[in-house]
């Protein structure tokens, strides 16, 4: 809705379009990023996928290699992990085949929550008004401002979120292919794409980056995790504090634990709705249950 209203507020000489017009404007800009996306940015992600998937069995021996060499590495059991790395890299491209019909009846799920977002964007001001109908008069007032001020921390966390995942994704994919790591754009995807779970999501994916450049050499995966520990520091010094603290203002233990019982009760789609839920019973609790005075 406050892009609705930004286009909505658009003046074409004497013309403003109206919220039936700003909507079709908002979905056919979304569709256009989406099939540039689609198009052009996807199609390389897949290919450094198969190749990645292809390759990865035929290194794993080589990685092993390498690591014997290194000062007590026959304490670990290389060659038994390697077996079970194997065994788990095949299990998982086995999971990934048989499961495709499954994933693929998840795009009616897409489409009827795409639906729902129009339908709440022409009639959600209604249903809004007929859920403020069910308290007394009296108290509609001070829930209303409460739930507006709610929507606005939201949203700014929602925006700040996304400007994290697009500054890593982006800055990820330039440091990688500077250093001519193997599948650099799919590794940049991934580290933009999981960024959206906080704390856990760069971890698993700089494990991941990480791992592919082993594969190359020491030094090159040296690079690696010194440019995610150079990002990381940048990011909570400069980046969080000026586009996510003054949004959302939610402690780092809020948030850990909010993440913590949202993958609880709803694996990673409770992950990523963690945070914004976390907002909002935040600015509820503020309003009704601090006592101020």
């Excluded at 856990?200 to 010194?226: C, F, N, Q, R, Y």
Aim: net charge positive; aromatic share 10%.
């Amino acid at each position: 809705m406050p892009a609705v209203k930004r286009i909505r507020q658009l003046k074409i000489r004497n013309y403003q379009p109206s919220r039936g017009v700003a909507i079709v404007i908002l979905i056919a800009a979304v569709a256009g990023v989406l099939a540039l996306f689609f198009t052009t940015g996807l199609p390389p992600v897949l290919s450094d996928l198969r190749n990645f998937s292809a390759e990865l069995p035929q290194r794993i021996p080589e990685v092993v290699a390498r690591i014997k060499k290194l000062p007590l590495a026959d304490k670990f059991g290389i060659d038994s992990l390697a077996q079970r790395a194997a065994g788990a890299f095949d299990a998982t491209a086995t999971y990934l085949f048989t499961s495709l019909p499954l994933w693929l009846s998840h795009l009616f799920d897409i489409l009827t929550a795409a639906f729902l977002c129009i339908y709440f964007m022409l009639e959600g001001e209604h249903a809004y008004q007929f859920f403020l109908s069910l308290f007394p008069s009296a108290d509609r007032p001070r829930l209303n401002a409460t739930l507006k001020k709610a929507e606005s921390k939201i949203s700014k966390w929602l925006l700040g979120q996304g400007l994290l995942m697009l500054i890593l994704g982006v800055s990820s994919t330039i440091v990688f292919g500077l250093l001519h790591v193997r599948y650099f754009l799919l590794l940049g995807f991934l580290m933009g794409l999981f960024n959206i779970i906080p704390i856990a999501g760069g971890v698993i994916t700089i494990i991941i980056a990480a791992g592919v450049a082993a594969l190359d050499s020491w030094t090159k995966m040296a690079s690696v995790l010194l440019f995610y520990a150079i990002y990381i520091n940048v990011e909570n010094a400069v980046l969080t504090p000026r586009i996510m603290r003054s949004s959302v203002n939610l402690m780092g233990l809020t948030v850990l634990v909010a993440l913590l019982l949202g993958t609880a009760l709803a694996g990673i789609v409770g992950a990523l709705v963690s945070v914004p839920t976390a907002a909002l019973i935040t600015v509820l609790l503020e309003e009704y249950a601090v006592q101020k005075e």
